[in-house]
């Protein structure tokens, strides 16, 4: 063992953030579920991962930042559907998902996936499927919503977050589309 594995470590992903409008309106709808499962997920915690790096040591987190910043980004603005409702059993999990990932979203994250691939992150070989998580422990089958999820998430930059004690907080952002 050398003597890094001592150096501080911080759980990392990739994000689109959320806009503070459309937290909000995404959990109005959830609440309208009445839940009776499962743990949610703070609204100020609501995010699209793009790729989850896991426990990296603060040293690298610049080598990480000048990598994505490398990154082919779309040009323009990300517009991401919101709008199927899912379980998914293994992870416990109710997301909200598009129905059909854009062209330039899946290019985003392969772009993202290439970058870090010299930082050894395993991430790319989980299939890589855009949601918005709404529950944690969550069990049961689907729920029936009486108004079906109509989400748009506009992102016009993608963010490095630390996940520290259940807050995320951005370590650095970078454009999707020039100003």
Known sequence: ???????????????????????????????????????????????????????VEVAHIAEICTAASKVRVPGVPLRVALDRLDVWRRSGVLVLAPEQASPELLRLVYGLEQAMLPFGFE?????????????????????????????FMRADHFTLFESHKGRYRALAQWPLAPP
């Open 123 to 151: 991430d790319a070989l989980k299939e890589f499927r855009p949601h918005l998580t709404l529950m944690r422990d969550y069990r049961v089958p689907v729920p029936e919503s009486a108004t079906p999820p109509e989400f």
């Open 1 to 55: 063992m050398s003597d890094e594995s001592h150096e501080p470590l911080k759980r990392l992903f990739f994000a689109l953030d959320c806009a503070p409008a459309q937290r909000k309106s995404i959990a109005q709808w959830r609440s309208a579920l009445q839940l009776r499962n499962g743990r949610p997920v703070p609204a100020e915690n609501f995010h699209l991962t793009l790729m989850f790096l896991g426990a």
